[in-house]
């Protein structure tokens, strides 16, 4: 484990600064004051992580402000069958160079692989490339975790392949929590590695109100939880509603 990881309890997600969202009626478009908006929010109520899809865009914003910066990374590797035949660590590292190249601006990074990857090289039975990647990413200094869509089956194995953390769903609907939500909470249980909470809201399918009493009773099993938000006003209500949970 790279001995400088210090993951912020609270961090800002961004995909409704990439326009994103699973819920069609809520997805925004926000400008570039309207996210400077929600990061000032941010600053203000003690919010200094961010969990960021890595874009040069991004980059360019993030580098305005001192967040602790979490780097998901790879999306873009498309992982089939012919391709994980004879994947290798000089691969992955090539192909998430750029992405590497816009995190690097910024002062507080960690790097984390993103599931569509790293669940593929699970599968594939390539953990072992996934070590090499890890370990060339911590040995220059950067603390480098992994994302899983299936982390009631991938948190052990990404344990052993040597992660700094896990990002993983987290939420009372299961979602993307596969292959179920009793088994990830059983899976997260048995882990020792610094467990990132995203989709705590469900992708937006869910309210506060339900949230809440999940992450009390589960809160044991993270240390770190990430939410989108779309105003400076999203900001104030849902970390102030989850700043007790965690205090």
């Known amino acids: 484990m790279s001995p400088d990881l210090h993951i912020p309890t609270f961090n800002v997600g961004t995909n409704p600064f990439i326009g994103y969202s699973y819920v069609s009626q809520k997805k925004v478009i926000l400008s570039d004051a309207e996210k400077r908006a929600i990061l000032d929010a941010c600053d203000s109520v003690g919010v200094c992580g961010a969990v ?126 596969k292959p179920s939500l009793e088994a990830t909470l059983k899976a997260l249980a048995a882990v020792d590695v610094p467990v990132i909470a995203k989709k705590v809201m469900a992708g937006g399918w869910l309210t506060l109100d339900r949230v809440v009493p999940f992450l009390r009773e589960h809160k044991h099993l993270i240390d770190s939880c990430v939410i989108g938000v779309t105003t400076p006003e999203e900001v104030e209500t849902s970390f102030g509603t989850l700043k007790p949970v965690f205090t």
């Open 52 to 177: 960021l899809q890595t874009t040069p865009d991004l980059g360019a914003l993030f580098s305005c402000y001192d967040f602790i910066v979490t780097g998901v990374i790879g999306a873009d590797i498309r992982p089939t069958g012919e391709f994980m035949k004879s994947v290798s660590a000089t691969e992955i590292l090539s192909a998430i160079q750029q992405e590497l190249t816009v995190l690097h601006q910024l002062s507080h990074v960690r790097v984390c692989l993103h599931g569509i990857i790293s669940d593929a090289l699970i599968r594939s039975g390539n953990l072992h490339v996934m070590t090499e990647v890890l370990k060339v990413l911590q040995d220059a200094g950067t603390p480098a975790g992994a994302a899983t869509h299936f982390p009631g089956e991938t948190a052990q194995p990404l344990q052993a392949a040597g992660v700094d953390f896990c990002l993983c769903g987290f939420n009372p609907l299961g979602f993307m929590m």
